[in-house]
């Protein structure tokens, strides 16, 4: 299957500065990617859906402003955690789609102490 | 609103037997079905995959089985290996439109030997 990306893979930060994690498609182009987080024993919460130069979809609950998702080219998108806070500690995951199927990045940890 | 369900949390198998692991879905408009597999501390791997016209997918030791009137999928593992140890989630899209991946809770599959 196709391979995406993640970096960092962990990241440690204090409260109140901002986070940015990229996602990256390795082997083919995506259009959309998608950005999940998921809470220990839970299963994957989609945040938002990510569109090459256009704005980014959020789903209901998620602060746009908060979590800023930037998708510059077919092959990098990028969320920026603003103003980070200790219930923003997660584990997020990005998807690339090559429609219908996603592909998942091996996902980042995000601890704000 | 649970629209993807797995009402297993947890499954044990002896190596060599079948893995049976099952989904059910509330939203008659899902017609994308797709299970993952993940390990702790990483992205979802894709699996299979199988859209709502056909009823059986197979691929190597992984059957995904779909039965549309009962809004049920399962997937087959045979036979299982210490490999297969992880949790499974399977997911639910519509193919027309944004195509978001709606995930169930997860099972975790554990194979004994």
């Known amino acids: 299957g196709a391979v995406v990306s993640q970096h960092p893979s962990w990241v440690i930060c204090k409260s109140g500065t901002s986070v940015k994690i990229e996602c990256r498609s390795l082997?083919?182009?995506?259009?959309?990617m998608f950005w999940y987080r998921q809470f220990p024993k839970q299963s994957l919460m989609l945040m938002a859906t990510s569109n090459e130069g256009s704005k980014a979809t959020y789903e209901q609950g998620v602060e746009k402003d908060k979590f800023l998702i930037n998708h510059a080219s077919l092959t990098l998108s990028t969320l920026t955690v603003t103003s980070a806070h200790p219930e923003d500690s997660s584990f997020y995951i990005c998807?690339?789609?090559?429609?219908?199927?996603?592909?998942f990045g091996p996902g980042t940890r995000l601890t704000v102490l | 609103d649970q629209q993807v369900k797995q009402n297993s949390p947890s499954l044990s198998v002896q190596e060599g037997r079948i893995s049976i692991l099952n989904c059910d879905y509330t939203?008659?408009?899902?017609?994308?079905f797709l299970w993952y597999k993940k390990y702790p501390a990483e992205g979802p791997t894709f699996l299979i995959s199988i859209s709502s016209i056909k009823d059986k997918n197979e691929d190597g030791r992984f059957t995904v089985f779909l039965n549309k009137s009962a809004k049920h999928l399962s997937l087959h593992i045979v036979p299982s290996q210490p490999g297969d140890s992880a949790v499974y989630f399977c997911?639910?899209?519509?193919?027309?439109?944004?195509?978001?991946?709606?995930f169930g809770q997860g099972t975790r599959l554990t194979i004994n030997p």
């Open positions: 939203n008659s408009m899902f017609d994308y």
């Open positions: 998807s690339g789609a090559e429609l219908p199927k996603q592909f």
């Open positions: 997911a639910a899209s519509r193919l027309q439109g944004a195509q978001k991946l709606v």
């Open positions: 082997d083919f182009q995506a259009t959309t």
